[in-house]
């Protein structure tokens, strides 16, 4: 079938990706390969597809494909998160959307068109049959190759039942229990979230500084400084620093509480920094992170003031009972104020804790949880870790992973939500609680318990999605059961994740595995980079700077952005993205096709039996050793997770080496009438066009595929199975090497000087090699004919070292000689020496004006980040630019 004149995205990906499937390509279960197994980050059940998705998912796509071109048996495990608070917010809309409002049993006449727990989690399910595959079938469009026959939920019934024997094992372990501490509680949804779920906003506030009287001695005070006065009225304690001066007298003594009349001490501990404020900073355990740990140290009364919506309960003062937190905030400043302790008012800037999801302000409560033991957890975790176990990619990533680790505190893993994995905990008439695999089995351990049978109540939270996340590598394989799976694919080899989740996903899946099977559940941990737009500034929808990753697809195919994304994924650096790099590799893509085009057209075409090891042509043996080298970089990269430098050598030895050079110097033999040199010529184009397709095949898999199959034809077989290349350094001729590398250096850098002093296109110039030894001067005459023709040469000379060169000649070192190239009477030479001039001052002003920008201290710290290295970014590319030019200059002088 042959090739169209272009290519079109459009047209291909579809159906080749089809034809992938439907051959069974993407199932695992291949008898004779060593198992490769990699499960997806799942995404949730609500998402759509953003470009972090498109990152990731590309990056093991590339992975897969190219241990499946290798042989191994892949498992690419997909599937799908529960997402409870996301979830439940989606349907909770839409059903308030028709009228419906949930009835959580605070009502004594629940309204007529109210539902219940059971009845919206059966809505719940039949959203996600209808709407829950979105994001998975936004994958397929960008390639990836999963196992879908095995694709699995969070809350199907196999992970569930995980779910529930890792809770009553950890539980009857005494690695799960209940506790009283503070949460994240978001005050519009009712439950505590996770600290990914909370998303800090800087906001311009207030510090209100007051004063506390001494108890017994009321002309004597400590002054304290607070962001948040309303709680106050739950302050326990006044900490100080054990060796500040100014307060050393006071510990142990007693401040009155303000509005609340109620003596409290002066306690001494390291949390208070005595160089910050005033020293002294007022303890509320029950409303601040670390205030909490700096009361259980001392063992302070722990008041919660607030409701489950923020507003202040039964105890605070009376006058303040029922407000809403920022309403008593203003009242409280008031009364302070009339009371004359209010000190100052100063404005300050903080970051305020916002649910991502509600957009309320997150409140730390105390309230009654459920808790993983994870410190007792993490210790076989750090380990495995230490040993080299499981090692990151960056390396840096376990500096971030320990630290993490290594402070872990306790996990509340409740959720006060309808949908998701009911906690399997079972209480009794007095409130003895039982936790069992199902009901019959707690009722059966509740009626040993209290000697009959009894009526029992389950628990009404769930759990936090990341608990089931945390099982994903061996609950998708079918643990709790023996499976075949279990056995043969985990533990899993390479993780691909962002940063982000390395403590929320990575250490928990870490810790889950290592108890349950004794093994870590991957070898490897890659970190992505985080992707950004082309000004280095995080994406945000506030800012309008989102990419949508399929957009990119539809406008210039999915090859261009895999493409994209690959070539900038290195290591321990960010992405910029935007258009114009995608447009670029587009242009990758019909770089290959015509390429394609070129070597159909010119009858090259497959072989059977071609041997690339008995070519005799010097330039079919340069290219057949430059393809086993390119295999080799490729390889090599795509084993050591260096994406962009597979991108990178495939892109170079594809565009240049094959496209730029070996295209264009076997133009001659192709229309030569060497029969035997043509014939070797074409086979040699031809199957190092095969190897091309090959190595870039797991990068852009559509037009590799497309291509293959109009070259092969349909009973070829695809590529996804087709072997990966395995080529051996021997075909690699190194006086072969060096012989046409010289020539495309020599070729190189007169075009290069002839594109500097404005050389007309369509001139044919005199080139002198001057001190030329043999070595240079026989490639010289042994590739005339393609010196001429590539660097538009009139004549070609070898000189003596000592000969004169001409007035008016540009020159280049090339190894032991020099190249001449005069010019006079092909270009006006003063004029071009006065152009260059120009140039240069105009170069060297910008420079001197970027510098002045950045010496300025002022617009340093007031410009955006991105505005700052936008500076410096063309600060060095005008350095590039000044040196080329005065080079230019110097060989005119």
């Known amino acids: 079938m042959a090739l169209d004149k272009h290519f079109r995205p459009a047209e291909v990906e579809e159906r080749q990706y089809r034809r992938e499937e439907e051959s069974g390509a993407f199932r695992a279960g291949r008898v004779d390969g060593k198992p490769y197994t990699i499960v997806i980050p799942p995404p949730n059940v609500t998402g759509s597809l953003h470009i972090g998705h498109a990152l990731n998912n590309t990056l093991q796509d590339i992975l897969v494909r190219f241990e499946r071109m290798r042989g191994r048996d892949v498992l690419w495990q997909p599937g799908t998160d529960h997402a409870g608070i996301a979830t439940q917010m989606v349907v909770e809309r839409q ?192 409303h601040d992170f670390n205030d909490f740990e700096v009361g259980k140290r001392h063992d302070l009364r722990f008041i919660n003031i607030f409701d489950r919506d923020a507003r202040l309960n039964e105890n605070a003062p009376e006058p303040y009972r029922g407000m809403d937190r920022f309403d008593a905030r203003k009242k409280i400043v008031e009364d302070l104020d009339a009371l004359g302790v209010l000190d100052s008012v100063h404005d300050h800037v903080l970051a305020v804790p916002y649910g991502d999801r509600s957009g309320t302000v997150i409140e730390p409560w105390l309230t009654d949880q459920w808790y993983v033991d994870a410190r007792t957890l993490a210790g076989p975790a750090i380990a495995a870790v230490e040993r080299g176990d499981v090692a990151f990619v960056p390396r840096q990533w ?78 998708t394989l079918g643990w709790p059961e023996a499976t075949p799976e279990v056995s043969r694919y985990y533990p899993t080899d390479v993780l691909v994740t962002s940063f982000d989740i390395i403590f929320f996903w990575v250490a928990r899946m870490m810790m889950m595995g290592l108890h349950f099977l004794e093994e870590a559940p991957f070898r490897t941990v890659y970190i992505h980079p985080l992707v950004r737009d082309e000004k280095g500034q995080k994406m945000s929808k506030s800012k309008g700077n989102v990419i949508d990753p399929l957009e990119f697809a539809d406008e210039y195919g999915a090859d261009a952005l895999r493409f994209t994304l690959t070539a900038l994924a290195a290591q321990g650096r960010e992405i910029k993205l935007s258009a114009q790099r995608v447009e670029g590799y587009r242009n990758f893509t019909t770089k290959l096709w015509n390429a394609a085009r070129f070597a159909e057209m010119n009858r090259c075409v497959p072989v059977d039996g071609f041997e690339p090891g008995t070519v005799r042509q010097v330039v079919n043996r340069w290219i057949v050793g430059a393809t086993a080298a390119a295999a080799a970089e490729v390889t090599l990269a795509l084993e050591s997770l260096r994406f962009n430098d597979a991108a990178s050598a495939i892109y170079q030895f594809t565009w240049g080496t094959y496209c730029d050079w070996y295209l264009e110097f076997i133009k001659p033999l192709l229309l030569g009438d060497d029969e035997v040199a043509k014939e070797e010529t074409r086979a040699t184009a031809a199957w190092v066009l095969s190897q091309i397709l090959h190595l870039l095949h797991p990068i852009a898999p559509f037009v590799t595929e497309e291509i293959w199959e ?123 020496k006065a152009r260059l001039q120009k140039e240069v001052d105009r170069v060297s002003n910008e420079i001197a004006g970027i510098d002045r920008k950045l010496e300025n201290a002022e617009f340093v710290a007031r410009a955006p980040e991105h505005v700052v290295q936008e500076q410096h970014e063309r600060r060095a590319a005008s350095e590039g630019t000044l040196a080329h030019l005065r080079e230019a200059l110097q060989r005119l002088e």
């Open 95 to 286: 059903l308030a959307e028709s009228g419906i409002s949930l009835d959580r049993g605070g009502s004594d006449a629940p309204a007529a068109n109210s539902i219940g727990r059971e009845a919206f989690v059966a809505k719940v399910w039949e959203w996600k049959e209808v709407s829950g595959g979105t994001i998975l079938n936004q994958l397929r469009r960008l390639g990836a190759t999963c196992d879908w026959e095995r694709e699995r939920f969070t809350m199907d019934e196999g992970l569930s039942a995980a779910v529930r024997q890792v809770f009553v094992s950890l539980y009857k372990q005494g690695l799960i229990y209940r506790d009283k501490r503070l949460v994240n509680w978001d005050t519009r949804f009712h439950t505590a979230i996770s600290d990914l779920e909370v998303e800090p906003r800087e906001t311009r506030g207030f510090m209100w500084h007051f004063r506390y009287p001494l108890e017994g001695d009321e002309t004597k005070h400590i002054t304290v400084a607070t962001t948040r006065p309303e709680t106050m009225l739950g302050d326990t304690a006044v900490a100080v620093h054990p060796e500040d001066p100014r307060y050393r007298d006071l510990i142990g003594r007693n401040v009155l509480l303000p509005l609340a009349n109620r003596a409290i001490p002066i306690i001494a501990d390291e949390h208070a920094d005595p160089e910050a404020g005033t020293g002294a900073v007022k303890i509320t355990p029950a």
């Open 398 to 475: 376990e500096k971030t992973y320990f630290s993490w680790m290594h402070n872990i505190q306790p996990w509340c893993i409740s959720r006060q939500l309808w949908w998701g994995h009911r906690i399997p905990a079972w209480y009794g008439p007095d409130g003895h609680v039982f936790v069992e695999l199902d009901e019959d089995a707690a009722l059966n351990a509740a009626k040993i318990h209290y000697g009959k049978e009894v009526s029992l109540q389950q628990e009404t939270d769930v759990l936090d999605t990341w608990f089931s996340s945390a099982l994903w590598p061996f609950s």
């Open 710 to 832: 109009r070259i092969n034809g349909a009973g070829a077989g695809l590529l996804i199975t087709a072997p990966w290349p395995l080529l051996s350094t021997e075909a690699i001729d190194r006086d072969v090497a060096a012989e046409m590398d010289w020539v495309v250096r020599l070729v190189s850098l007169i075009r290069a000087v002839r594109s500097e002093v404005n050389v007309p296109a369509a001139a044919k110039i005199p080139m002198v090699l001057r001190g030329a030894n043999d070595t240079s001067a026989r490639r010289l005459r042994d590739h005339a004919e393609e010196i001429h023709r590539l660097a538009r040469l009139e004549t070609a000379a070898v000189e003596p070292g000592d000969a004169r060169v001409p007035e008016g000649s540009a020159q280049i070192v090339l190894d032991e000689a020099v190249i001449v190239l005069p010019l006079s009477g092909v270009i006006d030479l003063e004029t071009e």
